[in-house]
């Protein structure tokens, strides 16, 4: 258990830093060459940085037998689950504010 | 990857009229600096910025705003964990309030027309910019290290000394958490400008270490509604990456100044931008 927190830390500053550098460069080098799919690929590893994070406490904590805080942990998964189910499932285009793609 | 991911939504043929991209950086740089220096996402400053300055449509300011609140969130993330000023469980706990609040508020921001998400977002300003300029300064940590913590409290070491807390009031945080995750889906605004406060006023925990746990929780609650804004066709894909390639150098310098800035004056800075901000979005529908 000592020493358990500080290495689970460690391992989420890893996955942040990692999630953070390739979205960067994968959204610099979208700009740059004006290539929309790198830009798409750089903004959705970002949006899914935070997810990975989780999913990373969650397992950290089941190792650490936190069960309590690992079922919180899950919790939130599931949360953000839901809302890429809910995107998923969103009529597209939904807002006039942005101008129709083909128009 | 789930499919929706993956059809593009709007690129470079998008309707939408972009400006500069070394622009966009540097609002995203200005505002990712001040979110990582405050403990804040920096979305209430970048959304307003996006709209009066720019001139882009504020749905499309939101999704970008929310894109930016990940990066700022995730990059300071990195700095707080290496100094030990993140309390990983209490973030937990109330993550469980603000990602629900978050998604909910993603969803009801459809709901919306674009004057309303206007006025929703001047009044919201206006609450917390006076919360913030009238809210109490006192210390809450014990020097006494003999106190117990408790499960969710901790201890932190500060200028050499090694301070304890207790987390008071935990259902007032978890209640302050749900409205910020909410706010956070429906205005692009990371939520940190409520939480923060709250949990040092109210919860007794140490303002950096509110800061830089409610830093980390953003990442997860602006996730929790960006997916939806992204299906959506809200995020301009350039505009979203200029803004995010400015907030992230910016969010690890802001985070690495902010044990040298007297938070006090910048607090004073923050509430008085709030107003004035709050003002002109109103005047924008009004």
Same mark, same amino acid.
Request: proline letters at 5%.
């Given at each position: 258990m000592?020493?358990?927190p500080?290495?689970?830390?460690?391992?989420?500053?890893?996955v942040l830093?990692?999630?953070?550098?390739?979205?960067?460069?994968?959204?610099?080098?979208?700009?740059?060459?004006?290539?929309?799919?790198l830009?798409?690929?750089?903004?959705? #590893?970002?949006?899914?940085?935070?997810?990975a $994070?989780?999913?990373?406490?969650?397992?950290?904590?089941?190792?650490?037998?936190?069960?309590?805080?690992?079922?919180?942990?899950l919790?939130?998964?599931?949360v953000?689950?839901?809302?890429?189910?809910?995107?998923?499932?969103?009529?597209?285009?939904?807002?006039?504010?942005?101008?129709?793609?083909?128009? | 990857?789930?499919?929706?991911?993956?059809?593009?939504p709007?690129?470079?043929?998008?309707?939408v009229?972009?400006?500069?991209?070394?622009?966009?950086?540097?609002?995203?740089?200005g505002?990712?600096?001040?979110?990582?220096?405050?403990?804040?996402?920096?979305g209430?400053f970048?959304?307003?910025l996006?709209?009066?300055?720019?001139?882009?449509?504020?749905?499309?300011?939101?999704?970008?705003?929310?894109?930016?609140?990940?990066?700022?969130?995730?990059?300071?993330a990195t700095?707080?964990?290496?100094?030990?000023?993140v309390?990983?469980?209490l973030?937990l #706990?109330?993550? #469980?309030?603000?990602?629900?609040?978050?998604?909910?508020?993603?969803?009801?921001?459809?709901?919306?027309?674009?004057?309303q998400?206007?006025?929703?977002?001047?009044?919201?300003?206006?609450?917390i910019?006076?919360?913030?300029?009238? $809210?109490?300064?006192?210390?809450?940590?014990?020097?006494?290290?003999?106190v117990?913590?408790?499960r969710?409290?901790g201890?932190?070491?500060?200028?050499?000394?090694?301070y304890?807390?207790?987390v $008071? $009031?935990?259902?007032?945080?978890?209640?302050?958490?749900?409205l910020?995750?909410?706010?956070?889906g429906?205005l692009?605004?990371?939520?940190?400008?409520?939480?923060v406060?709250v949990?040092?006023?109210?919860?007794g925990i140490?303002?950096?270490?509110?800061?830089?746990?409610?830093?980390l929780?953003?990442g997860?609650?602006?996730?929790?509604?960006?997916?939806?804004?992204?299906?959506?066709?809200?995020?301009?894909?350039?505009?979203?990456?200029s803004?995010?390639?400015?907030?992230?150098?910016?969010?690890?310098?802001?985070?690495?100044?902010?044990?040298?800035?007297?938070?006090?004056?910048l607090?004073?800075?923050?509430?008085?931008?709030?107003?004035?901000?709050?003002?002109?979005?109103a005047?924008?529908?009004l």
């Open positions: 000592t020493g358990g500080l290495l689970l830390n460690r391992v989420i500053e890893a830093t990692a999630g953070v550098l390739v979205s960067g460069a994968l959204m610099l080098a979208g700009l740059a060459l004006e290539r929309t799919p830009l798409q690929w750089g903004i959705v #590893v970002l949006m899914l940085t935070p997810v $994070r989780v999913v990373v406490v969650t397992l950290g904590l089941a190792l650490e037998r936190d069960w309590a805080f690992a079922l919180i942990s919790w939130i998964l599931g953000l689950a839901s809302s890429m189910y809910v995107a998923a499932h969103v009529a597209r285009p939904r807002s006039p504010a942005v101008a129709p793609r083909h128009a | 990857m789930p499919r929706f991911l993956l059809p593009l709007s690129g470079y043929d998008s309707g009229t972009e400006p500069s991209s070394w622009l966009l950086a540097l609002a995203g740089a505002t990712g600096i001040v979110g990582s220096l405050l403990g804040i996402g920096g209430a970048l959304v307003p996006l709209t009066l300055y720019f001139g882009i449509p504020i749905r499309t300011a939101i999704a970008a705003s929310l894109i930016s609140v990940i990066a700022t969130a995730s990059a300071s700095v707080n964990l290496d100094r030990g000023l309390n990983l469980r973030g #706990v109330l993550e #469980v309030a603000t990602s629900v609040g978050g998604l909910a508020g993603g969803v009801l921001a459809s709901q919306l027309s674009q004057p998400l206007f006025m929703a977002f001047a009044l919201t300003l206006a609450v910019g006076l919360l913030v300029a009238v $809210r109490s300064k006192r210390r809450n940590v014990i020097a006494d290290l003999a117990d913590p408790g969710l409290g201890r932190l070491l500060e200028g050499g000394k090694e304890v807390y207790r $008071r $009031r935990l259902p007032v945080a978890f209640g302050a958490s749900l910020a995750g909410a706010l956070s429906l692009g605004v990371g939520g940190g400008i409520i939480k406060p949990l040092n006023t109210f919860c140490p303002i950096r270490v509110a800061g830089a746990t409610s830093a929780m953003i997860v609650t602006a996730a929790a509604s960006a997916f939806i804004y992204y299906a959506r066709g809200d995020v301009v894909l350039p505009l979203a990456a803004v995010a390639l400015g907030a992230l150098p910016a969010s690890l310098l802001g985070a690495r100044l902010s044990d040298r800035v007297q938070i006090r004056y607090k004073i800075l923050m509430a008085l931008l709030l107003l004035g901000v709050s003002l002109r979005m005047g924008e529908v």
